[in-house]
């Protein structure tokens, strides 16, 4: 809407209806100077003043722009100068301008030298921009083991070397795939092998198996060790029978009576009854009982 009505103004036509009906002129005042004499014009002469007019303002509009009274986002919306993103699309604002090394003018953002001493932009794609993180690799300490706190919190983790001390470093567990997010001693593939397999088997645990060990608040190396401690050997060597035999049993007793001196068994046996005079005995029972 400020860009049709500043059109209007230097044009001198009202742009809300047919912009280049002959209408419109034709009920316009315009001014004596060759600018603004469209009065009587064909339609292809006004459409050609309304075009120059239209570039003219563009220039107007550049003008202002360098001088900072607003800024344009690369959605053609424009912006006050006291804003750092845009109200159309919500991008950040992007520079539009450079600086020259040399003698410190100011340039457009599109221009490829200098308007003042023509030197080459310089965009500094051989060196490392500002803030870049440069890390030698070689010179990372390798750890043969490391330990790991859970936080409470936030669900970072902090490392510990060998003899449990804290290494001011912490990561998370999503951190892992980027490097740019990762301490510099988990650069190393040495390092970031431990850290990667603590997180695997971090992630197998279950939730209310990952909140025990979190609550207290001591550094583990391993999450299974840590969470089923002698548990873990006791369910990898369970044995699947079900009842024991009459020849487990016994033989678990001569194993006891071997490992205490002094001990002796005992063999206990039940003493074998015939079914068959058990069945006759009842059957007589029975008739004798009928008769009377």
């Not at 912006?79 to 992007?94: A, I, Q, S, T």
């Not at 970072?156 to 804290?166: A, G, P, S, T, W």
């Not at 009576?257 to 029972?285: K, L, Y």
């Amino acid at each position: 809407m400020a860009f049709l009505s500043k059109l209007q103004s230097v044009v001198g036509s009202d742009l809300s209806g047919d912009l280049f009906s002959d209408a419109s002129f034709e009920d316009e005042m315009f001014d004596d100077s060759p600018q603004h004499q469209t009065q009587g014009l064909s339609t292809v002469d006004k459409a050609e003043e309304a075009k120059l007019a239209a570039e003219l303002l563009c220039d107007d509009e550049v003008e202002d722009e360098e001088n900072g009274e607003y800024w344009t986002c690369i959605c053609r919306a424009v912006n006050d100068r006291e804003l750092d993103c845009c109200l159309k699309c919500k991008l950040p604002r992007m520079p539009t301008t450079w600086t020259c090394r040399s003698c410190l003018t100011l340039n457009r953002l599109a221009d490829t030298h200098c308007d003042e001493c023509l030197a080459e932009r310089d965009t500094g794609a051989d060196d490392p921009g500002e803030g870049e993180r440069v890390v030698d690799i070689s010179a990372i300490p390798v750890y043969p083991k490391f330990y790991f706190l859970v936080s409470h919190h936030t669900t970072r983790i902090f490392i510990h070397d060998q003899d449990k001390n804290y290494l001011q470093s912490s990561f998370h567990t999503v951190d892992l795939d980027n490097p740019d997010l990762l301490p510099d001693i988990l650069l190393h593939p040495a390092n970031h092998k431990l850290a990667k397999d603590f997180v695997c088997k971090w992630n197998s645990l279950k939730k209310r198996e990952q909140k025990v060990l979190i609550k207290k608040k001591e550094p583990i190396d391993c999450p299974e060790k840590a969470y089923f401690g002698g548990k873990l050997t006791k369910l990898r060597t369970s044995n699947r029978q079900r009842y024991k035999s009459k020849a487990d049993i016994a033989e678990e007793a001569h194993r006891l009576v071997e490992s205490n001196p002094g001990a002796q068994t005992r063999v206990i046996q039940r003493p074998v009854r015939d079914r068959a005079a058990n069945v006759n005995e009842s059957n007589i029972d029975r008739v004798l009982a009928m008769c009377r």
